[in-house]
C-alpha cells in the first residue's frame, strides 16, 4: 500500500539519520577539540545563511551540542523569551497610555492578542523540537517556518496598529524596547531552520533528505489526513447531503438566526467537524471564529443568496485589522458557498471583509467583496478556488502563505485620486515561506471600471515591506494592468524595492506582456523556478486540502 511506503520511508530517515548523527557525536566524544571542533563547523554551517551573523554566534555558539535540532530549540526559546518581554510590555503600555485615546487602546488590546498568538506558536515549535529527533525535525521543517512565520505576521500586524502621530510615540517605545528583538530573533531562528541542509553539508552528510510537512507521515493512501473520519470525508465530498450541526435562518427556521449566534454554539472540547449551514439571506453583523473552534465547516447557498456584510473601515477611526466583517483566527476552517463584504466604499480607505489567520484555511465558491484592503490573509496556510475577489488598493494582502487558483480576481472603480494595486504582500524576512499566488485566475476589471480602465492605474503588486512576494502563474491579465507591473510602496522613493519578489510564468492576456516591466521586478521566470510555487511545495497541500473536500491543481494547468 502506498500509506505503507510513506510510514516506512520516514521511519528508515529517522533511522538512518540517527545513526550517523549518534556516530557523530560518538566519534567528538572521544576527543574534546575534535568535539569543539565539530561544535564550530555545526555552528558555522547554521549561521552562515543568517541575515546577522554576530547575533547568531552570540545565541547559539554557546550551545554544548552536536545534536543540530539543540541549535533550534535555543534560538526557539530567546525567541519566546523575547516575545514574552513585548507582551509584559504591552500590559506597562496600557495602563500609562491605554486610556489616552480609542485608537491607542485599540492598537494596544491588539498587540496582546497577537503577541499570545505568537506565544503559542513558538510554543509548538519548542514542543515539536523538544519531542523528536533531529530526523523529524528536519522532517518537518516546513511546519515550523509557517510557525516562524506567523509570529513575524503578528509582529509586524502589532506595529501596523499605531497609525496616529500620538500612537507612533508608543510604537517607537513598544519597538525599539521589545518588537524588533522580536522580529530579529524570529527572523534568525528562520535562518537556523532555513539553514539545516547547510548543516547536514557542512558534517558530509549529504543524506539526500527532503524536509516536509510533519503531517505528510499522517496521510493515508487516498490522500485523507489520518484523523478524518470516512463519514466525514464523505460530507466533505458532497456538499449537498452534508447533515449541519447547527442551522441559521433570519426566518426563524434553524436553530439560530445570526452567523455568530451558531459559532459560538461550538461546543467545548468538540471533535470532527462541525458544521454551521448558513440559509440565503443578508446577515448583518461582525464575527471572529476564535482559536478554539477547530474544524468549523461554515457553507451557504451560493455567494450570491447568503451574504454576510458590514461596513466598519479605518476612515471611520476602527482600525485596519478590526474593520473585518468575518475574522477566523481557527486551524482548519472552511467556508464554501458564501460571501464576505464590506460596504464602506472606496471613501472608508481601509476596510477588510475577510480577514483569516488559522493554519490550513479553505475557501470554495465564495466572494470577498470590498474596496481597498478587501482580503486580509493575515497568517499561515491558505486556499482559496473558485472564489470572487474585488477590490480597488491593496485587496489582497497580508502575512499569510497564500494560494488563489481558479478564481475571479476583480478590480474596481477607486475614488477620483487614487489607484489600484491587486497585491500587497507582507513577507518581511528573506526566509519567510509567505507571500501570495495567484494561479489560473482571471484579472477583469468590474463593470463600473470597464470604461475607465485604461485611464485608471493598475497594477499587479507593490512591496508593502522588505521581502514582499507575489508570483503570477498561468493567469489571464486583462488590459487594465499597466505595463510596468509593479510599483514602489510609495513612489517617488523606492522603499522595499531592494529584495522583493514579483514574477510571473505562462501568463495571458493583453495585461500579460512582461515585456516593460518595473526595473525592480524579477519578471518572467521560467518554469521550474515556477514549480516552487504550486500547491504542493508552496502550501503543502496534499497534508491538508483533500481534507477539505475541494479539489486543487497539484501542477501546472496549461504549461
Known amino acids: 500500500m502506498a500509506n505503507g511506503k510513506v510510514i ?20 567528538s566524544n572521544n576527543n574534546s577539540n575534535d568535539q569543539l571542533k565539530t561544535h564550530n563547523k555545526a555552528v558555522d554551517s547554521l549561521c552562515q545563511n543568517a541575515d546577522d551573523k554576530k547575533l547568531c554566534y552570540d ?17 526557539v526559546r530567546k525567541t519566546l523569551d523575547s516575545v514574552i518581554k513585548a507582551f509584559n510590555m504591552t500590559d506597562t503600555l496600557s495602563v500609562e497610555h491605554g486610556q489616552s485615546n480609542p485608537g491607542m487602546k485599540m492598537a494596544l488590546e491588539d498587540c496582546k492578542d497577537l503577541l499570545q498568538s505568537a506565544m503559542h506558536e513558538l510554543e509548538a515549535s519548542i514542543n515539536l523540537v523538544t519531542e523528536n529527533n533531529f530526523a523529524s525535525v528536519y522532517q518537518s521543517s516546513a511546519e515550523l517556518k509557517n510557525w516562524l512565520g506567523a509570529v513575524i505576521a503578528y509582529q509586524q500586524s502589532c506595529m501596523d496598529g499605531f497609525d496616529t502621530e500620538g500612537e507612533k510615540k508608543v510604537q517607537t ?11 530579529k530573533l524570529t527572523g534568525l531562528a528562520l535562518d537556523v531552520v532555513s539553514g539545516l541542509s547547510h548543516f547536514l553539508n557542512g558534517l558530509g552528510l549529504n543524506l539526500n533528505l527532503k524536509p516536509a510537512s510533519r503531517k505528510l507521515l499522517e496521510v493515508d493512501n487516498e490522500g485523507f489526513p489520518t484523523w478524518l473520519s470516512a463519514a466525514d470525508r464523505k460530507l466533505l465530498a458532497n456538499i ?44 448583518d453583523e461582525y464575527i471572529t471564529v476564535d482559536k478554539r473552534c477547530k474544524n468549523l465547516l461554515i457553507y451557504g447557498d451560493g455567494n450570491t443568496r447568503t451574504i454576510i456584510t458590514g461596513r466598519k473601515n479605518f476612515h471611520e477611526g476602527t482600525k ?136 485608471v492605474r493598475t497594477f499587479l503588486a507593490r512591496p508593502w515591506k522588505a521581502f514582499s512576494r507575489a508570483v503570477f502563474i498561468e493567469n489571464n491579465i486583462g488590459d487594465l494592468i499597466q505595463p510596468q507591473g509593479y510599483i514602489p510602496w510609495n513612489p517617488p522613493t523606492e522603499a522595499n524595492t531592494d529584495n522583493c519578489y514579483f514574477a510571473e510564468f505562462g501568463n495571458t492576456g493583453a495585461g500579460a506582456n512582461a515585456g516593460a516591466r518595473a526595473k525592480f521586478a524579477k519578471g518572467l521566470i521560467n518554469k521550474n523556478t515556477a514549480a516552487k510555487y504550486l500547491a504542493e511545495p508552496w502550501i503543502q497541500a496534499s497534508t491538508w486540502v483533500p481534507a477539505t473536500g475541494i479539489s486543487y491543481d497539484a501542477g501546472f494547468i496549461k504549461a
Open 8 to 27: 516506512v520511508a520516514g521511519v528508515s530517515i529517522i533511522l538512518v539519520v540517527g545513526v550517523v548523527i549518534g556516530t557523530v557525536a560518538v566519534v
Open 59 to 75: 545565541v547559539i555558539g554557546n550551545v554544548n551540542t552536536t545534536d543540530p535540532k539543540d541549535y533550534v530549540s535555543e534560538v
Open 173 to 183: 517605545e513598544l519597538q525599539s524596547d521589545s518588537l524588533d528583538s522580536v522580529g
Open 240 to 283: 449537498d447531503n452534508v447533515k449541519p450541526n447547527v442551522v441559521v435562518a433570519k426566518d426563524g427556521s434553524g436553530q439560530f438566526k445570526t452567523v455568530l449566534d451558531a459559532i459560538n454554539s461550538y461546543p467545548a472540547n468538540f471533535q470532527g467537524r462541525y458544521i454551521i449551514y448558513v440559509k440565503a439571506g443578508v446577515y
Open 320 to 455: 485596519t485589522m478590526r474593520t473585518a466583517t468575518f475574522s477566523s483566527n481557527a486551524d482548519d476552517f472552511i467556508a464554501k458557498s458564501i460571501a464576505f463584504e464590506n460596504t464602506a466604499g472606496a471613501e472608508g480607505h481601509q476596510a477588510v471583509a475577510l480577514r483569516v489567520q488559522g493554519d490550513r484555511s479553505a475557501f470554495f465558491d465564495c466572494a470577498m467583496r470590498g474596496y481597498q484592503d478587501t482580503l486580509y490573509a493575515h497568517a499561515h496556510r491558505q486556499f482559496y478556488r473558485n472564489c470572487e475577489i474585488s477590490g480597488t488598493i491593496d485587496f489582497i494582502f497580508g502575512y499569510g502563505t497564500t494560494l488563489i487558483q481558479n478564481s475571479r480576481i476583480i478590480v474596481r472603480k477607486p475614488m477620483s485620486n487614487q489607484q489600484n494595486i491587486v497585491v500587497a504582500d507582507g513577507t518581511d524576512q528573506k526566509n519567510m515561506p509567505t507571500g501570495i499566488v495567484l494561479q489560473n485566475c482571471e484579472i477583469m476589471a468590474d463593470a463600473a471600471l470597464y470604461p475607465d480602465r485604461l485611464t
